[in-house]
């Protein structure tokens, strides 16, 4: 039955129900689009070693954190910060999560127009016949130096998103993700085994997982932790959001566990399909930009029986996935506006919609034959601050106010509930209180040395 809460807030229909949600924030463009790229221009499988690490000993124990602290308060970050300590400088937190959602949402639904135009490309039969990475190279070109196609794609996701924010929660995202989520992972791992099958291939998996430690520098050490809050919708609140829609009766570890889990898997496998069918097209495993995994794609897809089909429905499915984490970072910011606002969820999604329209709009021409926007290279630098340095800096201030100012002791009662033994618990508090904090502080220092 429905208590007091649950009409108030809206609550996940189950456990399971919440972690596929959570699970369809952080699975996205950041898993199959960021993450390949990331590796192509970072010294490869180094990258992917301490992405992982960055995954086990820090994303994991701020997802907790996260969703602990959501839960307990059953806030927005801004709220949620208030809740534990009002009149507090700290909001800022929440704050710095608003906007950095904001300008997520904004060259993010970019890329995610992009999914949504290759998958009418490919149903228009754009790539039939034989599929070079000279043809990949020459379609994406045209498509992104295209203003006005890139411009409806940006305007139908964000409008998309907005729409199903403002019908609220339950019946939003969750009926998304239950069936088209895992549809995606099976989806994946076929195209995976049929990338390793090609010939070739070797050279791909060489790079992907034959680490180069010679390749490793601050830079690697940045963008992999950088990827990994990225990957994980973590560090803007995103996770405080969800977290407070959480039953009292769940257990957060594991839910954590899962949704890191599944996450990370979605992304090794992205890897593993892009590596080998680059190596087999004949090109090095450090060129693409941000056009590598849609110039990779195609060829896989190519490769195999049926690829017209698979085609449609993978860039279908990566179309949704990327909108189940647009709605996720619009939910940040739109949340806030309701609770501490008193804004309507309509005028809320409307508002913060259209402003990230605008902002998009340079992104959306920072490719091909848009010189302005291409020599700032826009997108570039809004998922260059936005997506590492926002992101580590907002992990760091969670892990402080709730590991210092709230105190892991009072976390570790919310986490009690739902989990009584929290066996993890020294593991979880050395790296909320310590390395978690130290780490990316190092980081944070070392970024001058890195971007000069
Ligand atoms: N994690 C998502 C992805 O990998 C993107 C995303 C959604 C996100 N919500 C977020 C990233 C909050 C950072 C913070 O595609």
Redesign the pocket.
């Known amino acids: 039955m429905a208590s007091q809460e649950t009409i108030k807030r809206g609550t996940w229909g189950s456990k399971i129900a919440f972690i596929l949600a959570a699970a369809g924030?952080?699975?996205?463009?950041?898993?199959i689009w960021?993450f390949p790229t990331m590796v192509s221009q970072n010294g490869g499988a180094v990258f992917v070693l301490v992405y992982i690490l960055a995954v086990v000993l820090i994303g994991f124990t701020v997802m907790l954190t996260e969703l602990t602290l959501g839960r307990h308060t059953q806030k927005n970050p801004v709220g949620a910060i208030g809740y534990i300590k009002p009149r507090t400088p700290w909001k800022i937190i929440g704050y710095l999560g608003v906007i950095?959602?904001v300008c997520?949402l904004s060259f993010?639904s970019v890329v995610a127009g992009w999914a949504v135009g290759y998958m009418v490309k490919t149903a228009t039969g754009a790539f039939r016949g034989e599929v070079t990475s000279q043809l990949t190279d020459k379609i994406f070109t045209e498509f992104t130096s295209n203003p006005l196609q890139v411009l409806v794609l940006l305007f139908i996701i964000i409008g998309l998103t907005a729409f199903i924010i403002s019908k609220g929660v339950k019946g939003g995202i969750e009926r998304w993700t239950k069936v088209l989520m895992p549809l995606l992972f099976v989806l994946i791992i076929f195209l995976a085994i049929k990338a390793l099958t090609l010939p070739g291939a070797e050279k791909g998996i060489a790079f992907y997982l034959k680490p180069d430690f010679s390749k490793l520098n601050g830079t690697v050490i940045l963008f992999a932790l950088g990827q990994a809050?990225?990957?994980?919708?973590?560090?803007?609140g995103?996770m405080i959001t969800y977290g407070s829609y959480i039953s009292k009766s769940d257990n957060l570890v594991s839910s954590a566990g899962w949704v890191t889990f599944s996450?990370t898997i979605i992304a090794l496998l992205a890897g593993l399909i892009i590596f080998p069918t680059l190596a087999f097209s004949g090109q090095p495993g450090n060129i693409g930009g941000f056009g590598l995994v849609f110039k990779i794609f195609p060829i896989i897809l190519s490769q195999i029986p049926g690829g017209y089909i698979f085609g449609i429905l993978f860039f279908a499915l990566l179309s949704v996935?990327?909108l189940t984490?647009?709605i996720?970072?619009l939910e940040?910011p739109v949340a806030y506006l309701v609770d501490e606002r008193n804004w309507s969820r309509k005028k809320a999604a409307l508002a913060v919609g259209l402003f990230s329209f605008v902002l998009g709009i340079p992104s959306a021409l920072s490719f091909e034959g848009m010189k302005i926007f291409t020599k700032m290279d826009f997108l570039g630098k809004l998922n260059f601050i936005f997506?590492n340095i926002s992101?580590a800096v907002g992990a760091l201030l969670i892990c402080v106010f709730v590991g210092y100012v709230w105190g892991a002791k009072k976390a570790i009662q919310e986490i009690f509930s739902g989990n009584p033994k929290f066996k993890l618990r020294p593991l979880w508090v050395f790296s909320l209180k310590f390395l978690s904090p130290i780490a990316v502080i190092f980081i944070l220092i070392f970024i001058k040395k890195i971007t000069g």
Not at 25 to 31: F, Q
Not at 229 to 236: A, E, H, I, K, R
């Open positions: 924030s952080a699975i996205g463009l950041g898993n960021r950095t959602g997520i993010y809050f990225f990957s994980l919708s973590l560090g803007m995103t996450d996935a990327a984490s647009t996720s970072l940040v997506g992101l």
